[in-house]
């Protein structure tokens, strides 16, 4: 049972535009939204998050949306660089659950191209 | 990343051989969290603990794992009598309390390989 769905294994795109990575959840406790990014070898690094209070939070870059009706978030990086070469995972938890109870989704592997 | 250590950062185990992960939260830091990673999936959660205190476990499997948290020292993640199935990624994370909604960091992980 996948709570969190990130439906798009991989994603290209062009260096200066802007990546669009995309998530979607089924659980209706779910209340609190992160994003975060890993590299080869390494932890998940903490990006941004959510409350779903918000529609929207930005950070430098990053700004992530989240449509509650839809049981969908999204991730908007712009302007793309290289060094946001990465796999992106999506994680959700649910209030009463501990802090870092995350569920989280299969991750999407983003390349910006030169 | 930094202050969540995680060791070995590999561990090669043969098949009926006991695999032992250490997490040392990051300092001021009382509650951890352990999460396996399977090839190719995202982070599953397993186990939650505080100190000397199991909180969540509905994530570890029924047997052979095991997991604490000793009022001194590191959380340490335990499978007896590996088995192939078990090779994955094992992450811990650490935060400075249970409820209050923050980040979690994450440390780099120890890579077990059974084989």
């Known amino acids: 049972d996948q709570q969190v769905k990130q439906n798009s294994p991989s994603l290209s795109v062009q260096e200066g535009r802007i990546s669009i990575l995309n998530c979607d959840y089924t659980n209706s406790m779910f209340d609190y939204f992160l994003w975060y990014k890993k590299y080869p070898a390494e932890g998940p690094t903490f990006l941004i998050s959510i409350s779903s209070i918000k529609d929207k939070n930005e950070d430098g870059r990053f700004t992530v949306f989240l449509n509650k009706s839809a049981k969908h978030l999204s991730l908007h990086i712009v302007p793309s660089q290289p060094g946001d070469s990465a796999v992106y995972f999506c994680a959700a938890s649910a209030r009463g659950q501990g802090a870092q109870k995350l569920v989280f989704g299969q991750g999407t592997r983003l390349t910006i191209n030169p | 990343n930094a202050g969540v250590m995680q060791n070995p950062r590999h561990l090669v185990r043969r098949r009926g051989q006991e695999a032992r992960l250490r997490c040392s939260p990051m300092k001021g830091h009382s509650h951890v969290y352990w999460y396996r990673q399977l090839p190719e999936e995202g982070l599953k959660f397993m186990v939650y603990?505080?100190?000397?205190?199991?909180?969540?476990e509905s994530g570890m499997p029924k047997e052979r794992f095991s997991a604490e948290f000793p009022k001194e020292g590191p959380s340490i993640l335990r499978i007896q009598q590996v088995v192939r199935g078990d090779s994955a990624a094992y992450f811990c994370?650490?935060?400075?309390?249970?409820?209050?909604?923050?980040?979690?960091?994450f440390g780099q992980g120890t890579r077990l390989t059974v084989v």
């Open positions: 603990l505080q100190k000397e205190n199991i909180i969540d």
């Open positions: 994370a650490s935060s400075p309390e249970g409820m209050r909604r923050t980040e979690a960091f």
